[in-house]
């Protein structure tokens, strides 16, 4: 039995890296029905330690849409440098990386993690300046875990991707991401 306060730990997001993102955003739709996407844009994922050590930031693209009560996010990696999602997927292959988790204290959360016998394959800082990391759980689960501190920008980001997916008109497949204040 667990008895840790900050347990359990629900999950919120599967995140796919493509090869082409608007290729995937075509794909998905035609196949699933969802949209709209929302993102779309250039990213860089700033301060990245990979695995202990400074390197290079993360440039990608990405989206969220909803499926129901499940985030699905796709990310197509423009950089070379090695990060947690060139640890499993080179250039031309494809599939799920990771899933997503919020903390109500990151630092423990990433903490037991590591202590469980996982690694912090990237640790970087967004845009908006939280911290984020991908946690490498392949061995035990087959895909990354990325943790999340508590923050109104990143809710608001899957907020605005259901409420997108509730109010679509079917019109627009993919839409830029506005930050609600």
């Known amino acids: 039995m667990v008895d840790d306060p900050a347990l359990p730990l629900a999950f919120v997001q599967n995140c796919y890296v493509v090869d082409d993102l608007d290729a995937a955003v075509q794909a998905m739709h035609r196949r699933f029905g969802i949209g709209p996407f929302v993102g779309g844009g250039i990213g860089e994922l700033e301060n ?7 390197a290079a930031p993360i440039r990608m693209r990405g989206v969220f849409v909803q499926s129901g009560d499940l985030n699905i996010e796709l990310v197509q990696i423009l950089s070379d440098g090695p990060c947690a999602f060139t640890d499993m997927y080179t ?7 990771h899933a997503a ?12 993690l590591v202590a469980d016998g996982a690694a ?26 990325e943790l999340y501190p508590e923050n109104a920008i990143i809710r608001g980001m899957y907020a605005e991707a259901r409420d ?18």
């Open 48 to 54: 990245h330690v990979y695995r202990g050590r400074p």
């Open 91 to 97: 250039r031309g292959r494809q599939g799920l990386h």
């Open 101 to 112: 988790i919020f903390c109500a204290d990151y630092a423990a959360t990433r903490d037991r």
């Open 120 to 145: 912090v394959a990237s640790e970087f800082t967004v845009s908006f300046g939280a911290t984020i990391c991908y946690v490498d759980t392949r061995t035990t689960l087959g895909h990354m875990i």
């Open 164 to 181: 997108a997916a509730a109010n679509w008109d079917r019109r627009q497949l993919m839409i830029p991401w506005q930050p609600r204040s």
